[in-house]
Structure formats: structure tokens, C-alpha cells
């Protein structure tokens, strides 16, 4: 029995840790996401050339061949520094390389991935932003072996930044039949932007296909195996959003803690009233407890555990209500200057409403709770 | 992270099932009329009863993870609990083993691991509750005997208990309010000690007021030195740290609960499937699932040979929450009959949900309030200033 981290994570924490500190601290931060990619490719180079690009990828493919609960170090400091970066999308797409592409297609793919020249994206969801296989409605017509597909996709994490998108499109009427197709940002017919969005740290957008050829050597899966593939790639990005934002809900207790401790009113630092230490205590014993569903998810999907469905799901559900919370009650300990740009505690809130609803909010996981045998 | 178990422990965990297997009537199956005495003798046997205890004092010497298992495999076969001096086995054991002298441990821990007889905590006072170090409880020493003149309130199981650990102030001259405390083991029928019971807001009385007037206590039943009482008493609780047995509790309780929202018809709509109610229910069912991996969580610091401290207070504020909202639920899931007391015909299951809504002040104010757990936890954990 150990629900702890080895060394060696211990180690790389600590690593990541101090890159953050030094290259990304918030003030560096505000500046790259407000940069045309949003992001630091400068940075996200040297990301990849520490191995944290590839943490998860086969060492075969360029990768450090990590397991997830290695990655969750990772992500933990990612969430929160806030830093920008197109990792968990990235994740998200190599993993669904990994999982259920070719040897070949992995070996076309993947290296760009973990040396941080090539960026994924998963692009699932369309208006009527449904996570079930009703969701899946962009068209795809056979044309021999190829498809064409047209449509369009809607909140595909760092959409504009994408080289390759990993598209969920729709085969026939039947529930799932449905199928998955790697697409790339420069074929005729495509085109991604990114929408006006309310977390700067977080690129979300839009990929539009118009009669878009997609050749045999790019898909991935179909039917039924398509839809549970589909599937455990939500779950991922889930266990993924919910691992980063433990990081962030401790970045955002820490700067309020930090707050309450300096800041005097009625001749006493207002940490020292109970109306500002109980909410901070309740924030506290949330974070520490989706942490712990969190941290049990991922083992249970490193070890390809039945219950690891059920893990993440709960995890977030939990996360998707309490951790928006902790944004909104550190504002209102803020008081005043919470509620200006120049103070960051209002970061930690935007990423609270960003992560409440991606890949799927609480009431979508209280659902599949019910749905996989849970309560 | 690792989660699964040793082969040694898989050896223990397979041990205790087999025992369960042998000895614990099937769900359902009538259990006979003398089971319960039949199992104490059992596990009593096995050493099981102090299980956490030393070999030398008559305790099992349990590794602290064959302690998990055996509390786990005892919850989920739900099978009566390991001993009967409750609060002997939970803490006065543990305070006599560590502060006691030899005479203390071969006179009192035999009795406790047989459930001889109970135990009670005189900790609390009118006007120490929260703040319990404030406790003003007199005893000055006359020769070789305390003499002790106070009150002390909230005792549990008082009038049922033959011994009391009680804790008095022997010096009121003393910088920190910690110091000048002193614990005694008392006989309950002492001459001077008045117990009288309180009728809680359910109705019955688990819990008295007890009177000292001039009660004489021989100073040979001293645990620990004089003044030494605030430190026995701190050590004694954290014993109480472990929330095992607590989240097995709920479970059952969740168990339970799932159960009636199945069973209970609302406007031709069984309670389970209505929205807000499954919800609530599932949203509690996440928080026990949070609270016993939190507790795997600090077991592992606990392995690694690091004492546990304040991070105990996220599963008490918890199940303060789940406790209080448990009930509730109840009461929304059977509607108007909700209200209804034992011995009403169309009360559900008579009136044991009533009961229960009306029951977890026991456990969410006994262990130290909601708000001191919140105090603990920015003061301690985050650092904040003292109030």
C-alpha cells in the first residue's frame, strides 16, 4: 500500500517546479497568452527537450515512456503556475495515436509530438455541445478507401494552434456509428481559429471541414470501437483537467492564504477572522479531497483498472463544482482589488469557469457515474 | 503509488476472511441467541481485540497496515464490532499503556480487552467545551488521595460505566492554561459522584452531567504525573485519528440510504430516480469515496513513519457534513412521513431515519465542532493567525 510518489517523481516535481518559477511566474505568464499563439514555443522547445513534452510517448517514438502518474506531477505544476501551453492537448492527441493508431501512423506522429514541433488536438464536440454519440454529427461520406468530411467542430482545445486534429465524425444515423480521423491543419478544405476567450491561459476555438479528403493512411477507428475510443479519450482529457486543476486550486488557496496574511483591517490581518479562515479551510479540505479521487484515478488507469472510468469521473464532478468556488470566494477575500486585472487571483477564477464544463461537467459525470454501475 | 497488498498482508486479509466466513451468520440467516458472547470470545482469541495494542500487555501486536485490513474486512462483512469497552479500547487503554504504571496496566487492561465493564471520559465541562484546557474541575491532594469538587457534563455512557478517565485542575497558578492539568482513574461509585442522565433532543440519554463533591480519589490512580494530564489526554485522542471505521460507517449508512430511495414511492415516483435527490445522493457518495482515500492517503505518510497531525480534520469536517446531510435526505427522500417517531404505523422503518436526523449532534459537536476542525486546519495547515 502506497498512495505516495517515488523519488524520481518527487525529483522531477521538483524540477518542473523550478522551470515554472523561473520561466513562466504569473507576471510572464499574462505576457504569453496575450502573445498571437498564446503561448511560449520558445519555452514549450525546451519543454520538450527536458522530456516533459513527451513524458507519456514510447521511448521507440521519442518519449520518455512515462506512465500517467508521472504525468500527473507534471500537470500539477502546470495547473498551478497557470502556465499556457498546448500540453494537455497535445496528450489527449498522442495518446490517441498511441492507443488506437497503426505502428506506422504512431510513427509518423509521435516524434513531433515529444520534440515539441507538432501540436494535436482532439476536435469532438459541435453545436448542442453533447459528449454522448448523439454529439457526433459532422458528416463523413466514403469515397473508397478515403472519407470526406464536412462540418463543423466547436470548443477544440488550442483549435488555431493545431497542426493535426483528431475529428470524431459521424459514418450513418445508427448511435455508434462513428468514427475517428486524423486531419491535418494544411489540407485543402480546413481551416481553425480561435474564439474570444474568457481563461486567456487556455486557447479554445473552432476547426470547420469543407468537403475535406481524408485518406485511409489517417484514420484511426471506426463503429463501435470508434464510440468506446471516443470515450476514454474524454475520460482522459478529464483525469488530465482535473490533475492540473489540483495545481491551480492550490496556486489560487495559496495566493488568498498569502492575502489574508498581509492585509489589515480593524487593526488585525484578516486571517485572523474566522469569516476568512473558514472559507479558506473549506477550499483546503475540498482541493485535498478531489486530490486524493484524482490521484487514485490515475493509478487505477496506469494499472488498466476496471473502477478507473468511475475514479475520473468523480474526481471531476467534484472538481467541476468546488473548484470554481475557490476562484469566486478568492475574489470576494480580495475584496476590492480582487476584482481588478492587475491582481491575479482573478486568473485562478477564469480558469475555474474554463475547467467547470470541459470534457463534460459535474452534472455529465454524475450521469455516467449512474451509467458505469456507480450510484 | 501502489495500491495493492504485500503477499503477507494478502495472507492476513485472507485469514480474516476466513474467520468471517466460519463465524458470521450469512446475511439474512438468524443469528443464535448467544452469538454475540460466542464472538467476543473469538476474536478475543485471536487477539484482535486490542489488535493495535503490544503483545506483552495482551494486545495483538498488528502491524499498523494489518490494523487497515482488519478494520476493513471486519466493515465490509459488517460483523460486530472488535471488543465491548468502547472508549477503553479506543483511548483509556492506549493512555494506560503509554502513562500507566505497571500496577495501572495489569489491573485495568486485562478488563478492557474482555469488556469487563465500561468506561467513560470525563473531559468536558459547562464552560469547557471548545476551549476544554480551560477546564476548572478542583482537586487538591489530602495525603495519599485526590480530593476532587467540580462538574463535568456531556459524559457519555456515565450511568452505564463502572471507571471514568477524568481529567482535574490540581494547579490554578499556572502560566499556560495546558498546565496544572491532572488525570485520574475513578471508580464511578465513589462516595460524592452524583450522575445524573441528559434527555438529548431525540428523546433518550446516552449522555449525564456528573457531580464531585469532596470525592476522594487515592493518589495511586494518577495516570501520569501531576500537571501531566493535558499532554495524556492529547496523545490519548490522536489514537482516535484513523477514520476507517468512520467511512465504513457512512458507507453502510450510504448503503442504506440507496436503499430506501429505491423503496420509497413519491407521486408514483420511486425517490431514487427523482433529480435532485439522486444527485445529493451521489454527491455524498463521492465525498465517502474522497474521505477513504483520504485516509489512504495518510496512511501512507503513516508508513513512511511520519506521525499524523492536523490533516485528520478534513475527514471530520467530512463527515460532520455527511452526517447532518445524511439525515436530511432521509427526511426529503420519505416526504411527510419523515416527521413521524417510532411507534407511528406508517413512520419508515419505524422511525429509525427520524432517530438518526435527529442523532448526529453526537458525533459532529462530540469530536470537536465543524468550526473547530475549520480552525484547525487554516491555523495549522495554512499558517493563518491564531484567533
Known sequence: MNFGFTEEQDLLRAEVRKFLNEKAPLEEVRKQCESEEGFDRGLWKQMAELGFAGLTIPEIHGGAGLDLVTLLVVLEETGRSLFPSPLLSNVVASQAIQRFGSEAQQARWLPGFADGTRLGTLALLEEGDDLSPDGVKLQAKKDGEEIILTGRKLFVPDAGNADVFVVAYRLSSGAEEVGLALVEKGSAGVSAADFAAMDLTKRVGSLELNDVRVPSDQLLCEGGPAWSAIQSLVELGAALVTAETVGAAEGALAITTSFAKEREQFGSKIGRYQGVKHPLAEIYVDIESYKSLVYYAFWALDEGHDDAALAISRAKAYASETFPLAGINGVQLHGGVGYTWEYDIQLYLKRGKWMRPIYGDADYHYDRIAQLGGL | ?387
Open chain 2, 1 to 387: 503509488m501502489d495500491f495493492q497488498l504485500s503477499p503477507q498482508e494478502e495472507k492476513f486479509r485472507d485469514e480474516v476472511r476466513s474467520f468471517l466466513k466460519d463465524n458470521l451468520p450469512a446475511q439474512g440467516e438468524k443469528r443464535p441467541a448467544d452469538f454475540l458472547a460466542q464472538w467476543n470470545a473469538k476474536v478475543r482469541e485471536k487477539r484482535w481485540v486490542g489488535f493495535s495494542w503490544p503483545s506483552e500487555v495482551g494486545g495483538g501486536g498488528g502491524s499498523l497496515m494489518e490494523q487497515v485490513i482488519l478494520k476493513e474486512e471486519m466493515a465490509r462483512a459488517k460483523a460486530p464490532g472488535l471488543g465491548t469497552c468502547f472508549m477503553g479500547l479506543a483511548w483509556v487503554g492506549p493512555s494506560i499503556i503509554q502513562y500507566g504504571t505497571e500496577e495501572q496496566k495489569q489491573k485495568y487492561i486485562p478488563d478492557i480487552l474482555d469488556g469487563a465493564y465500561q468506561w467513560c471520559t470525563g473531559y468536558s465541562e459547562p464552560d469547557s467545551g471548545s476551549d476544554l484546557a480551560s477546564l476548572k474541575c478542583k482537586c487538591v491532594r489530602e495525603g495519599d488521595e485526590y480530593v476532587v469538587n467540580g462538574q463535568k457534563i456531556w459524559t457519555s455512557i456515565a450511568m452505564w460505566s463502572k471507571m471514568m478517565i477524568l481529567l482535574v485542575r490540581t494547579d490554578t497558578e499556572v502560566d499556560s492554561k495546558h498546565d496544572g492539568i491532572t488525570c485520574l482513574l475513578v471508580e464511578m461509585d465513589s462516595e460524592g459522584l452524583e450522575v445524573r442522565p441528559i434527555k438529548n433532543m431525540g428523546g433518550g440519554a446516552m449522555f449525564a452531567e456528573v457531580f464531585f463533591s469532596d470525592v476522594r480519589v487515592p493518589v495511586e490512580n494518577r495516570l501520569g504525573d501531576e500537571g501531566q494530564g493535558w499532554q495524556v489526554t492529547v496523545s490519548a485522542l490522536a489514537n482516535e485519528r484513523s477514520s476507517i471505521a468512520e467511512v465504513y460507517g457512512l458507507r453502510r449508512k450510504m448503503d442504506e440510504l440507496e436503499d430506501l430511495a429505491e423503496r420509497t414511492v413519491r407521486a408514483g415516483q420511486k425517490a431514487i430516480e427523482m433529480p435532485s435527490i439522486r444527485r445529493r445522493l451521489q454527491r455524498a457518495d463521492i465525498r465517502i469515496e474522497a474521505m477513504r482515500l483520504n485516509g489512504q492517503r495518510f496512511l501512507t505518510k503513516q508508513l513512511r513513519g511520519d506521525p499524523l497531525g492536523s490533516e485528520t480534520s478534513i475527514n471530520k469536517l467530512h463527515r460532520a457534513a455527511l452526517e447532518v446531510e445524511m439525515g436530511e435526505l432521509a427526511m426529503e427522500i420519505t416526504g411527510s412521513a419523515s416527521t413521524l417517531m417510532r411507534g407511528s404505523d406508517v413512520a419508515p422503518e419505524n422511525g429509525r431515519w427520524a432517530d438518526y436526523a435527529l442523532g448526529w449532534p453526537e458525533v459532529v459537536i462530540g469530536g470537536g465542532t465543524p468550526n473547530i476542525q475549520k480552525n484547525i486546519i487554516a491555523e495549522r495547515l495554512l499558517g493563518l493567525p491564531k484567533d
